[in-house]
């Protein structure tokens, strides 16, 4: 079954390919031909194929951002002819430079034609939200402009998970706003409060109502971490034990404490809404500053939205919400994927629903590639 899956996607790919070949003296036909090369190299099931495409450049470079210098990988195919742009940004706790599914990214990208600076972040390494990341990618997104090799024009960014939402906040900031041509955005959260409120609730929106949730053991090894260090330390010790212990309320501390403590240790939606409201102000800042939310009426760049229906780290609904508030712009897109695992396409499908879903990714990324036409 699964090569049979192989040969009739490989087959319909190759087919996309040969009517973009012959169509290839026009934008429309290039961007389609790389896409379909793309996929094969992104999505394990498919055998790789390349036809016709450049050698990929990897340079390690320092991009000069307020907070000092910050390593990014610059991946470009050696074309003389400027091309389109594209700063790249992984989530909390991000696979590393060398890891297959970053290169591969990459240097897909790359052959498209999409010049890719990939961001490195050393507060996320660590598993940390960090609001001057913000200023950072503006930082670098101005770094990817300025090489001789990159259309300034034709550039944007592109993020996953917390990524991707700090690419939508820095797509906003005022000194760039009307030059990003694009965000690709996969698996971005909304809002904190929404985030935070589905991670205490155990529970996560759908068109059929609230439905539990099983959040990944990173989801909640980042909101410990989010919701802790504002406080004490003793008090963060406090709270630590009490989870640790499943037991009653941490007792002695602040009512601030004892919010952070019935966020995490979960309740109903109505309990961690109330919770909320007493996180130590430290926390409220938190999440004004790195929430999308507060930043999404600026962006005038065209959205693409990607999200995993059955995402256990950040719920598909956020992707949704980010949506509906860009919506009235008329400049962004949503598709919703069975096909990934959180940021993998490697969830296990029947053969004609994962046809299906090659085809759904196709015409998403058919829309970033053009960029690279």
Known sequence: MARRLQRITLIALAFLAFLAAITALIPQGR????????????????????????KVLRQRVEVMTPEGPRQADLYRSG??????????????????????RVVNLSEGLARANLVTLVYWSPDKMEERLHPPDIQNLVAAY?????????????????GFCVGASFALMAAAQPEIRDEVAFVNAFGPYYDLYSLA??????????????????????????????????????EQEAVQDALESGGKEPAGVSQEALAVYRILAGGSAEEVDAALVDLPQAAHDLFRAASPS?????????????????????????????????????????????LFQHMDPTRRLGWWETAGEVWKLFRHMYAIMRQGT
């Open 31 to 54: 961007a389609a031909y790389n896409t379909a090369l793309f996929i094969t190299q992104v999505v394990p099931a498919l055998p790789e194929v390349r036809l016709f495409q450049p």
């Open 294 to 338: 507060q930043y999404l009426q600026n962006v005038q760049a065209r959205v693409l939205l990607m999200h995993d229906r059955a995402d256990n780290l950040v719920p598909s609904w956020e992707s949704r919400l980010v949506y509906e508030a860009l919506k009235a712009k008329g400049n962004v897109r949503y598709t919703e994927f069975s």
């Open 197 to 234: 409120r589905a991670i205490g609730a155990r529970s996560r929106q759908t068109d059929a109502g609230q439905v539990p949730w099983e959040m990944d053991p990173l989801t909640e090894r980042v909101a410990r971490g989010m919701l802790l260090s504002p406080l004490p330390t003793d």
């Open 142 to 158: 101005r770094y990817l402009q300025s090489q001789p090799f990159v259309d300034p024009k034709r550039t944007g960014f592109a």
């Open 79 to 100: 074309r003389d002819k400027p091309s389109a742009g594209v700063v790249l940004f992984l989530g909390v706790a991000p696979a590393g430079p060398d890891d297959p």
